[in-house]
């Protein structure tokens, strides 16, 4: 096949929810764009997440409570994070870096700054999916987070925390949870409903809706292995296994992989691999659940989800590409089924990748030592709920306007 050679405005290497967020925003704006990646739209990471639509996510993972949770993390047999001993030695300083960030100082600047995010992010994306005709695919139905043990002074904690930035959620008892999710069996003492939050039925083919409406809006995908990135003259060349193309802004959204193509650009991006699992199981048509559930001392997501309930695991910190460990998966998966029925696997367990910096923020915003490149990436636990905003964000940067929430807190001149 003959190699193929493009030009465009801005190419937008990455189709998960964030690159597709930004290829869709800059396109709204007029200029041409491009959108690559090996894989078609929302088939990495964007796909095995727990399609939540968060209001409430603006507390990071690093948080004070955490030194509390060490102790019980160091056996590693815990369902809530697991560690590979030989990545924590080769990335001491990330580690050392993550806990830093950990103390009560720096709970809520970066509350405040990931508030602004999702907030903006929550309302495109109820914007987006009307565009792209698949409104049926949201529930406004919040989500649950559960205790097990009589919590309730941890639920009320949660809950004035978040009524500091004005986040609503309500305290329920066992008798109120039941009545919320008759289908549940009465496992939960306390659960604490983030009536704001929104979900999906699948957060993979939202992506794949907004490539869809930004293909339909003008822009071009482009399926094809990315080789290398680099400075042309006053633009940049994106060279693919079957060409290359040349745009005068690129921006980097490929997630975990994005420190591999800046490496060789002088950028090293101090970037960590939070795996995650999940499986999906034939629900039963009389047992269903109406909204996601969050295990909290379980340690896991129940969520309903187009292709069945999807039971999805604590963290695995280790290598990218290293081979899967499902002892996590294994170990929830007896848990849910104590709490609502449902059948055999419907597929293969999944495994992905989420892209953290040592503060648990994204980096959104132009790269310090070149000119037209955009960083967009290390959305952590959270990119599908933040993809859109932080599309939204880095169209108005390269429009050389302000975006619509204040995105100083992500500036990737902080790492790199």
């Not at 509350?111 to 409104?135: C, F, K, M, Y």
């Not at 899967?324 to 929830?332: H, K, P, T, Y």
């Not at 953290?356 to 636990?381: E, K, R, V, Y």
Request: net charge neutral.
């Amino acid at each position: 096949m003959e190699s193929e050679q493009q030009t465009a405005d801005v190419v937008v290497l990455g189709a998960g929810i964030v690159g597709v967020s930004c290829a869709y925003a800059i396109r709204e704006r007029g200029l041409s764009v491009a959108l690559v990646d090996r894989k078609a739209p929302g088939e990495e990471t964007s796909y095995g997440n727990a399609g939540i639509l968060s209001s409430a996510s603006i507390l990071p993972f690093n948080k004070p409570s955490l030194f509390k949770a060490l102790p019980s993390y160091l056996g590693n047999q815990s369902a809530a994070l697991r560690w590979s001993p030989s990545w924590t030695l080769r990335n001491i300083d990330w580690v050392l870096r993550f806990l830093a960030n950990a103390v009560q100082s720096r709970v809520k600047p970066r509350a405040i700054a990931l508030h602004g995010l999702i907030r903006a992010s929550l309302n495109l994306h109820r914007d987006w999916i009307v565009r792209a005709g698949e409104p049926q695919r949201v529930r406004e139905t919040g989500w649950l987070k559960a205790w097990r043990s009589d919590a309730v002074g941890a639920a009320k904690a949660e809950q004035a925390f978040l009524a500091e930035y004005g986040i609503k959620s309500e305290l329920l008892d066992r008798q109120a949870i039941s009545a919320l999710e008759p289908n549940m069996l009465p496992v939960y003492k306390v659960g604490l409903l983030h009536s704001q939050t929104a979900s999906v039925d699948s957060p993979g083919n939202v992506t794949k809706a907004y490539a869809r409406m930004f293909e339909g809006a003008g822009g071009t995908v482009r399926q094809s292995e990315i080789r290398a990135l680099l400075s042309d003259g006053d633009g940049w060349r994106v060279v693919l296994g079957d060409g290359e193309i040349r745009a005068r802004h690129v921006v980097v959204a490929l997630g975990p992989w994005s420190p591999d193509i800046l490496r060789p650009l002088g950028y090293h991006v101090p970037m960590a691999f939070e795996r995650g699992y999940h499986q999906e199981f034939t629900p039963n048509p009389n047992r269903k659940l109406l909204r996601p559930i969050n295990d909290a001392e379980g340690s896991f997501v129940l969520a309903p989800m187009e292709n069945g309930v999807r039971v999805t695991s604590g963290v695995e910190l280790t290598d990218r590409d290293a081979p899967s460990n499902f002892a996590q998966l294994e170990q929830v998966v007896p848990l849910a089924r104590g709490v609502v029925e449902f059948g055999e696997a419907v597929a293969q367990p999944w495994r992905g990748s989420r892209p953290s910096l040592p503060d648990a923020l994204p980096m959104i915003g132009p790269a310090p030592l070149h000119s037209g490149l955009w960083l967009a990436f290390g959305n952590q636990h959270i990119g599908f709920t933040t993809g859109p905003a932080t599309g939204a964000a880095i169209a108005a940067m390269i429009a050389g306007e302000a975006p619509s929430f204040d995105a100083s807190a992500f500036a990737p001149s902080r790492y790199l």
